[in-house]
């Protein structure tokens, strides 16, 4: 299992490709507990997460869609079979950023503004890596998975928005006049 995120930590960095994942449905089914387990510790740090139902089940919703239109594009390309390597890179490489980003959470001062930055680069340096996976697996330019990554991500959110509803935030606090 360290060899597998050993390689999932190459492939955040752009040197190592799909090839190169473990697929093995051990290696499959831990990646997946790590992404429940870096998911739950997202909620439980995040100062603006208040619904876990919600939370967790936009999620859900958003993992299952994704998956299902990588395994479309796979297919459209014919190459179901490297799906499995894909899905192992996706989720591994996306515990790690989960990781990264339960730090930035932890560590980040009070500064709103700076968490918000932070955030929006490592979701921009995600999509990155989404798009060097897609970029391998399916035979295109980076470029052209970089726009397939975000193409997904927000066919992903659209699906979760209308079948789950918007995040649920915190409750704004009144002001006095």
């Excluded at 697929?23 to 387990?37: E, N, P, Q, R, Y």
């Excluded at 680069?121 to 397939?148: E, F, H, Q, S």
Aim: proline share 5%; hydrophobic share 55%; net charge neutral.
């Amino acid at each position: 299992m360290l060899v597998a995120y050993l390689n999932y930590i190459q492939l955040c960095f752009f040197r190592s490709n799909v090839r190169n994942a473990n697929a093995s449905t051990a290696t499959l089914l831990l990646v997946c507990a790590l992404f429940a387990v870096t998911s739950f510790l997202r909620f439980e740090f995040s100062p603006d997460a208040h619904d876990p139902i919600n939370y967790y089940s936009r999620i859900l919703v958003v993992f299952v869609v994704f998956n299902v239109l990588i395994y479309l594009a796979l297919g459209f390309r014919n190459s179901q079979n490297r799906y499995r390597k894909v899905l192992s890179t996706f989720v591994g490489t996306r515990t790690l950023i989960d990781l990264f980003m339960i730090l930035i959470l932890l560590v980040s001062p009070a500064d709103e503004q700076l968490r918000m930055v932070l955030s929006a680069i490592v979701t921009i340096w995600r999509m990155c890596i989404v798009g060097y996976i897609l970029k391998d697996a399916l035979n295109v330019l980076l470029p052209t998975g970089i726009l397939i990554s975000v193409a997904f991500t927000i066919i992903s959110i659209e699906v979760a928005h209308l079948s789950v509803g918007p995040p649920v935030l915190p409750e704004e606090v009144p002001t006095s006049e």
